[in-house]
């Protein structure tokens, strides 16, 4: 709880500069690189990330990483930031709240679509239309297979649960019984 707070607040202070200077997009692409190379080199993360090294060193190293990238100097700074006050390992959660936040400002609802089945790619289309006309946002759908809802679909949008599974049904019917 307490990391998503800390990450919540550095992902709200660079989407706020990227929103003044107009670059907030780019912000939130340099960050998802970003997080996705710290992902992905298990080395690197370990390094930068370990307080055994004095802060210079990791300091160096990012530096060196972040040389070779075409990185922003204010994302460039941010992840210094990040770095020097020991928040680098929050960059998977950072970038998922600033992501979130660009989806606010740019009218994109997410959606997790939970069906028993693989769905046709018409039927896909069609759904994630009729949600859009719904709520009047442009849809990112997730699509997860829960065999154990039997049939049907359930559509999560926010707080907004929308269950047509005939699992609900048959719960439905027990309880009025």
Do not use: C, W
């Not at 994302?75 to 959660?93: G, P, Q, T, Y």
């Not at 769905?119 to 896909?124: A, F, G, H, M």
């Not at 039997?150 to 926010?158: L, Q």
Request: charge should be neutral.
């Amino acid at each position: 709880m307490i990391g998503s707070k800390v990450s919540k607040r550095y992902a709200r202070a660079l989407f706020s500069i990227g929103r003044e200077d107009g670059n907030y997009d780019r912000y939130g692409k340099e960050l998802s690189e970003f997080a996705e190379f710290f992902a992905k080199n298990r080395d690197f993360r370990e390094v930068i990330s370990n307080p055994v090294f004095t802060l210079e060193e990791r300091k160096n190293i990012l530096k060196v990483v972040l040389e070779r990238s075409d990185f922003s100097d204010i994302v460039k700074n941010f992840l210094n930031l990040l770095l020097e006050k020991d928040r680098i390992s929050e960059i998977e959660a950072i970038k998922e709240h600033y992501s979130l936040l660009t989806d606010e400002v740019s009218n994109i609802a997410r959606a997790e679509i939970i069906t028993a089945m693989d769905l046709k790619q018409e039927v896909k289309d069609r759904l994630i239309s009729a949600l859009e006309k719904m709520t009047s946002k442009k849809i990112k759908a997730s699509i997860k297979k829960d065999p154990d809802i039997i049939g049907g679909v359930v559509v999560k949008i926010g707080d907004l649960v929308l269950d047509g599974s005939v699992k609900a049904q048959i719960r439905g019917l027990v309880e009025s019984f």
